[in-house]
């Protein structure tokens, strides 16, 4: 089964820290979590404009039995999770029995890859059956002669919307693969 993610993080050239995640399964399955472990205060300015303004308010903040609170945005906030919590919701969301072997993809993986692991704790402590690596959409994009992508278009920067993204880049490529053959 192929799975296709993204992840927002912050990054200082030493440490890269999980803001989200967003994961789409090739059966159409999707899960998508915001770290309760980053320090907004501490983020780039990139992250600062890019990111942040388009996470849902944390559940601390919101009032659940306040009925002008839309229901969406009290669901929303309940994306927000542990470090911990996000990494058994993925055990369970791929499954980590080893009788199937998971391909996970991403665009420009090599961060996201790091950041995904680093959930697990060491490379060595993946759940049973995920791979050690990632395959990356845009090295497939430059294997094929660098083809023009489809458009992203709106929700950039968000983990999940990303996430869709990348499947879409990835099936196009199959069918452009297919087509140039």
Same mark, same amino acid.
């Given at each position: 089964?192929?799975?296709?993610?993204?992840?927002?993080? +912050?990054?200082?050239?030493?440490? $890269?820290?999980?803001?989200?995640?967003?994961?789409?399964?090739?059966? #159409?399955?999707? &899960?998508?979590?915001? =770290?309760?472990?980053?320090?907004?205060?501490?983020? +780039?300015?990139?992250?600062?404009? +890019?990111?942040?303004?388009?996470?849902?308010?944390?559940?601390?903040?919101? @009032?659940? =039995?306040?009925? =002008? $609170?839309?229901?969406?945005?009290?669901?929303?906030?309940?994306?927000?999770?542990?470090?911990?919590? $996000?990494?058994?919701? $993925?055990?369970?969301?791929?499954? /980590?029995? #080893?009788?199937?072997?998971?391909?996970?993809?991403? &665009? &420009?993986?090599?961060?996201?890859?790091?950041?995904?692991?680093?959930?697990?704790?060491?490379? *060595?402590?993946?759940? /049973?059956?995920?791979?050690?690596?990632?395959?990356?959409?845009?090295?497939?994009?430059?294997?094929? #002669? @660098?083809?023009?992508?489809?458009?992203? #278009?709106? *929700?950039? /920067? /968000?983990?999940? @919307?990303?996430?869709?993204? @990348?499947?879409?880049?990835? +099936?196009?490529?199959?069918? &452009? =693969?297919?087509?140039?053959?």
């Amino acid at each position: 089964m192929k799975y296709f993610f993204d992840t927002e993080f +912050n990054e200082d050239g030493k440490t $890269i820290d999980l803001i989200s995640i967003g994961i789409v399964a090739e059966d #159409g399955r999707e &899960y998508y979590a915001i =770290s309760t472990e980053f320090d907004p205060r501490r983020v +780039n300015k990139w992250v600062e404009e +890019n990111v942040l303004p388009f996470l849902p308010p944390r559940p601390e903040y919101i @009032n659940f =039995s306040d009925p =002008s $609170i839309p229901p969406s945005l009290k669901e929303q906030s309940l994306q927000w999770k542990s470090r911990q919590q $996000i990494a058994w919701d $993925i055990a369970a969301f791929v499954g /980590h029995d #080893g009788s199937s072997k998971p391909e996970f993809w991403a &665009y &420009y993986a090599d961060y996201d890859w790091v950041v995904f692991c680093q959930l697990f704790g060491t490379m *060595g402590d993946l759940p /049973h059956g995920f791979p050690m690596y990632c395959r990356d959409v845009k090295q497939e994009c430059d294997r094929l #002669g @660098n083809p023009r992508l489809p458009e992203q #278009g709106k *929700g950039e /920067h /968000h983990a999940l @919307n990303d996430a869709k993204w @990348n499947q879409l880049a990835y +099936n196009f490529l199959s069918t &452009y =693969s297919v087509s140039t053959s």
